[in-house]
């Protein structure tokens, strides 16, 4: 790959991205690496959980607008699909592809935010279930001093993570704050030194990834619907629950617990 960098430590498949000298600046080229490594990691039993980084001094500054100014090649080729009748809205679609695959995984995901996170960087790091920020992190999403919207996803984690109210502020005005506001506000799950972003995400992933994977993969999805129609999480709940109880790794548990060791997952 040419602008990610995939390093599996057991469990944990660390993705960073990998174009330091730009700050990590996302262009098509790397949307389309990212849907190719979401196709094979979700497809991988042997993934417990994602941790996505940046290399170098950012996380990422968003959009590569230097790409976007010269010619457009960043929204070029689109075709219509998908019920999209407008080919720009295709491509669009096309590009949301490489940052919902994240969420809609059978694992859980941590990103590990250092230096930036602004615009789409924003939105790749509201992917994830979790983020741990450095505390000099800075975060925004500033797609409105550009004349423009967050389009690959904010929309639609961003007032989850903060609530609705918070959400549109953040939007609306394109605020541009750091780590411990982000703290504050409940985007951020922990901020550490920015020596121990690494070390502290580590523990935190390892933390996610012994966990029993049939368990996480259904309490995922309960919790994301209790953002759906009333009653939808406490009905997946149910059926996530039935399948829990009838599976292996429930037994694992129990036989774990009674001879004080600890369990062995095998996410069946």
């Not at 933390?207 to 406490?234: N, Y």
Request: glycine share 12%.
């Amino acid at each position: 790959m040419d602008t990610l960098v995939l390093e599996r430590r057991g469990p944990v498949v660390w993705l960073r991205l990998n174009r330091p000298a730009k700050r990590n600046a996302q262009t098509r080229g790397m949307w389309e690496e990212l849907r190719a490594v979401g196709l094979e990691l979700v497809g991988d039993p042997a993934v417990r959980c994602l941790v996505v980084t940046g290399e170098g001094p950012s996380f990422s500054a968003g959009i590569d607008l230097g790409e976007l100014a010269g010619g457009g090649s960043l929204l070029e080729g689109g075709r219509a699909g998908q019920g999209d009748d407008d080919p720009l809205v295709a491509v669009i679609r096309e590009i949301q592809a490489a940052f919902t695959w994240i969420p809609a995984a059978p694992f859980p995901s941590v990103a590990a935010v250092n230096g930036h996170a602004l615009g789409a960087g924003l939105q790749l790091a509201l992917a994830c279930d979790l983020r741990v920020l450095a505390s000099d992190a800075v975060v925004g999403l500033l797609e409105l001093r550009w004349g423009l919207l967050p389009d690959l996803g904010g929309t639609e984690w961003l007032p989850r993570i903060v609530g609705a109210a918070r959400a549109r502020e953040l939007v609306l005005t394109a605020a541009r704050f750091g780590a411990e506001e982000a703290l504050r506000i409940g985007l951020a799950n922990r901020v550490v030194a920015p020596g121990e972003l690494e070390a502290a995400t580590a523990e935190l992933a390892g933390t996610l990834a012994a966990q029993p994977p049939l368990a996480v993969r259904h309490a995922r999805r309960a919790l994301d619907a209790a953002f759906e129609a009333p009653g939808r999480s406490l009905e997946l709940a149910a059926l996530g629950q039935a399948e829990c109880l009838r599976s292996a790794d429930f037994a694992e548990a129990v036989r774990a617990t009674a001879e004080q060791r600890q369990p062995q997952y095998q996410g069946r």
